[in-house]
């Protein structure tokens, strides 16, 4: 039998649309669960963006990919699950009913929301919790993030209280390798806190 930890805490990130953070969404929560506890990256994206990334930079945390999963997933505390981009209803079906929480980031365009909603259709039927992360947020006057929580309440979708600003500072990070929080940016400490507030709505949801 497999000795996995029972505190162990799995939160998935997947994404209906590529380019909306779902990467660097997993990326930002390891790096904080790691502050708290032991934390595993699992990449299963195909692109391997976490694992480039942690090949590029200094990363607080181990990544491992999906092959490697399960030797390693017993001595950490959170997993982390970054999963492939555009999943069919099947595998989405498969990747939900093995966590304890899906994240699900979306840009507040109209594409990757309609995906979203579209495909969120698909998860009623199952057991996971789930909940939507609005990524990439334009600045004021601009109010498309404004109108994406709008319409995701509209729906009475579960979604996130705080949302991921639109920041190059995130990709300044990607580029080093690195978490956001380390980068010698004005923005650091900004954007930073936006995935603290996220990981702590999730901390209160699941009782830790
Ligand atoms: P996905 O995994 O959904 O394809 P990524 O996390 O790889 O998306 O992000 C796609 C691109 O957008 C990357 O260049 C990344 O640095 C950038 N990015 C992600 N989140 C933000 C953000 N909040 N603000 C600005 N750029 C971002």
Same mark, same amino acid.
Request: charged share 25%; proline share 6%; glycine share 6%.
């Given at each position: 039998?497999?000795?996995?930890?029972?505190?162990?805490?799995?939160?998935?990130?997947?994404?209906?649309?590529?380019?909306?953070?779902?990467?660097t969404t997993?990326f930002h929560l390891?790096t904080y669960?790691q502050e708290?506890?032991?934390?595993?990256?699992?990449?299963?994206?195909?692109?391997?963006?976490?694992?480039?990334?942690?090949?590029?930079?200094?990363?607080p945390?181990?990544?491992?990919?999906?092959?490697?999963?399960?030797?390693?997933?017993?001595?950490?505390?959170?997993?982390?699950?970054?999963?492939?981009?555009?999943?069919?209803?099947?595998?989405?079906?498969?990747?939900?009913?093995?966590?304890? %929480?899906?994240? #699900?980031? !979306? &840009?507040?365009?109209? =594409?990757?929301?309609?995906?979203?909603? *579209?495909?969120?259709? $698909? %998860?009623?039927? #199952?057991? !996971? &919790?789930?909940?939507? =992360?609005?990524?990439?947020v334009?600045p *004021?006057?601009?109010? $498309?993030?404004?109108?994406?929580? !709008?319409?995701?309440?509209?729906?009475?979708?579960?979604?996130?209280?705080g949302s991921i600003r639109r920041l190059a500072v995130f990709q300044k990070a990607a580029?080093e390798?690195v978490p956001v929080n380390t980068v010698k940016d004005s923005y650091s400490a900004i954007a930073w806190q936006c995935y603290v507030d996220v990981a702590k709505?999730?901390?209160?949801?699941?009782?830790?």
């Open positions: 039998m497999l000795n996995i930890n029972p505190r162990i805490m799995i939160i998935t990130v997947a994404s209906f649309k590529g380019g909306v953070g779902k990467s997993a390891a669960f708290l506890a032991p934390t595993l990256l699992v990449d299963g994206d195909a692109n391997r963006s976490a694992l480039d990334w942690g090949a590029r930079g200094d990363i945390f181990k990544v491992v990919d999906e092959k490697q999963a399960v030797k390693h997933a017993r001595k950490y505390e959170h997993i982390i699950i970054d999963t492939p981009a555009r999943p069919d209803e099947d595998e989405l079906k498969t990747i939900a009913e093995g966590c304890d %929480l899906l994240v #699900l980031p !979306t &840009s507040p365009d109209a =594409l990757a929301l309609g995906a979203t909603l *579209k495909m969120v259709d $698909a %998860l009623h039927d #199952l057991d !996971t &919790s789930y909940r939507i =992360l609005l990524t990439i334009p *004021k006057p601009n109010k $498309a993030g404004i109108e994406a929580r !709008t319409a995701i309440q509209n729906v009475e979708l579960p979604i996130f209280r580029l390798g709505e999730i901390q209160d949801d699941q009782g830790e």
